[in-house]
């Protein structure tokens, strides 16, 4: 009784956590709830947010982040010292990843729901971008450049 318990319990854990994460979508309905998500986000303050990882610029350099910390303030992600310069950078990585700035592209998978995530399919991989609720970009897959970012009040 008890192992089917466990089995029980786990099946129903397994489906409700699959319900929760976003659903396939078309780029119009994700675009719509990332807009909503943004109006949202005007209102939130994170007076910690940790970037980790690396990322890739238009040009293929990749730039590393060490646990560089910065914070969100109604909808603006900012330095918490502008003299640092790797927090300026990481602030303004972020401000331009939102989930309402991603644009309409082929091959271009989009989710929405509980969060967002988009999936690109490019000639060396699939790439991988996920938004909490807010439209705050939590992390991306991009081959070898990888970047996490968690948030706290």
């Known amino acids: 009784m008890k192992v089917l318990n466990k089995v ?3 099946a129903a854990a397994l489906v409700l956590l ?3 994460g976003p659903s396939k979508t078309t780029y119009a309905k994700f675009h719509e709830q990332a807009a909503k998500a943004a109006e949202k ?3 939130a303050t994170f007076s910690k947010v940790v970037l980790s990882g690396s990322a890739k610029d238009d040009e293929g350099k990749t730039q590393k982040f060490d646990n560089i910390t910065i914070k969100f303030e109604k909808g603006t992600f900012a ?3 502008i003299t640092h310069l790797d927090e300026v950078a990481a602030a303004l990585l972020l401000n331009g990843v939102q989930a309402v ?3 309409e592209e ?3 998978t989009y989710y929405a729901g509980n969060g967002f995530k988009v999936e690109y ?3 060396d991989g699939k790439k991988t971008a996920t938004w909490n609720t807010q439209g705050l ?3 991306t897959v991009d081959g070898d450049a990888k970047l996490t970012v968690k948030y706290s009040k």
Do not use: F, H, R, Y
């Open 41 to 43: 986000a005007k209102e």
């Open 121 to 123: 399919k490019a000639e």
């Open 106 to 108: 082929k091959d271009t």
């Open 18 to 20: 699959t319900a929760c």
């Open 79 to 81: 330095a918490t010292n």
């Open 8 to 10: 029980v319990i786990g």
């Open 101 to 103: 700035a991603v644009p």
């Open 137 to 139: 970009l939590t992390s």
